[in-house]
C-alpha cells in the first residue's frame, strides 16, 4: 500500500507582482517538484490588503528624501494573511533586501530543513522599519548589485532551497553534494571530441590514471580559487590548518563570523 504524501515544504511569497510567479520556477527541477507536489507555492498580492479607495500601498518617507516607502498596516495586514500574529509560526519570515544579511548556502540548507518560508519581496526604496522590528523580518540579500526588485531575488532564495528537499536531486547528487568540502571552486570539464578547434584535452584525463587525474584536479580548483576568489580561499587554508585529520565538516570552521543573528 502507499504511504501517505508528507506535507510539502510551503513557500508564500508577498509581492505586488504576484503574476511573476512561479516564473522559471515552474521549470526545470524546481517546476517538477512544484507539480509533483514535494513543495507549494503561494503568490500573495500586497495590495489586496490595501484599505482605501485608492488602494494605495506606498507613502512618502517622513523627513523627506527620494522614492516612496511600503506602509507598515498594508504589509501587515498582508503577513497576517499567511502567518496570523500571535499564532504559532513555524516558517522564518525573511524579506528580500540590498541591506540585507548576503545568503550563504548554510541558510539555504537550514531553509530546506524547516517546514518553508514567507517571503517578501519589496519594491520602493524600502520598507517601514516598524514592520521589520514588529515581525522580526530576517533581512537577505542576494548579492552586491542593484535590482528594481525583491521578486527575482525570492527566485533565487527558492531555487537554491528546492533543489535541496528530499526527492528534488537526484540521490548521487545529493550525496555527492553533502561530502563536498564545499570552499573551493570547481575544476575545469571536458568532453569529447579529445581534440577541438586546434585545443587538446590535458592529457592526464586521457591517461586512465585515477590518482593522477585526482591530483589534477585538486590543483586546477586550487589555483582556480586561490585566484578567482582570495576569501573562500582563506577560509580553505584556515579549514586545512585547523581540521582533523580524516575531516570535519569545514564548513564549521568559525571563519564566518555574522552568523548570530540580532
Ligand atoms: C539608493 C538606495 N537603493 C539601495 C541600493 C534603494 C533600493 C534599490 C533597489 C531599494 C530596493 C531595490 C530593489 N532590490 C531589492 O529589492 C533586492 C536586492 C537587490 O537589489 N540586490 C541584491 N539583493 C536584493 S534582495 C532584494
Do not use: K
Request: charge should be negative; glycine fraction near 10%; proline fraction near 8%.
Amino acid at each position: 500500500m502507499s504511504r501517505p504524501m508528507p506535507s510539502p515544504w510551503c513557500a508564500s511569497v508577498l509581492t505586488l507582482f504576484p503574476e511573476m510567479f512561479p516564473g522559471p520556477l515552474g521549470q526545470s527541477l524546481a517546476g517538477r517538484a512544484l507539480a509533483a507536489g514535494v513543495w507549494s507555492l503561494d503568490a500573495v498580492n500586497i495590495r489586496d490588503f490595501a484599505t482605501d479607495r485608492h488602494r494605495s500601498v506606498d507613502d512618502t518617507p517622513f523627513g523627506g528624501g527620494a522614492g516612496m516607502v511600503l506602509r507598515p498596516d498594508v504589509l501587515d495586514a498582508a503577513i497576517d494573511a499567511v502567518a496570523p500574529n500571535g499564532r504559532m509560526n513555524d516558517r522564518p519570515l525573511l524579506c528580500l533586501s540590498p541591506r540585507g544579511r548576503p545568503l550563504v548556502q548554510a541558510e539555504v540548507r537550514d531553509l530546506a530543513a524547516g517546514p518553508g518560508v514567507v517571503l517578501i519581496a519589496g519594491r520602493y526604496e524600502g520598507i517601514d522599519e516598524r514592520v521589520i522590528e514588529a515581525r522580526g523580518l530576517r533581512e537577505v540579500s542576494i548579492g552586491d548589485y542593484v535590482l528594481s526588485g525583491g521578486e527575482l531575488a525570492a527566485m533565487v532564495v527558492l531555487d537554491a532551497v528546492v533543489r535541496l528537499l528530499p526527492g528534488v536531486m537526484g540521490a548521487a547528487e545529493s550525496a555527492a553534494e553533502e561530502s563536498f568540502a564545499g570552499h573551493l571552486l570547481e575544476y575545469p570539464h571536458y568532453t569529447r571530441p579529445a581534440e577541438w578547434q586546434g585545443r587538446a584535452v590535458p592529457p592526464v584525463l586521457l591517461s586512465g590514471h585515477h590518482e593522477a587525474v585526482a591530483a589534477w584536479r585538486q590543483a586546477r580548483a586550487e589555483e582556480l580559487t586561490r585566484i578567482r576568489r582570495p576569501d573562500l580561499w582563506a577560509v580553505h587554508t584556515a579549514a586545512s590548518r585547523t581540521a582533523a585529520p580524516g575531516g570535519t565538516d569545514q564548513f564549521a570552521v568559525p571563519v564566518v563570523t555574522d552568523r548570530a543573528r540580532p
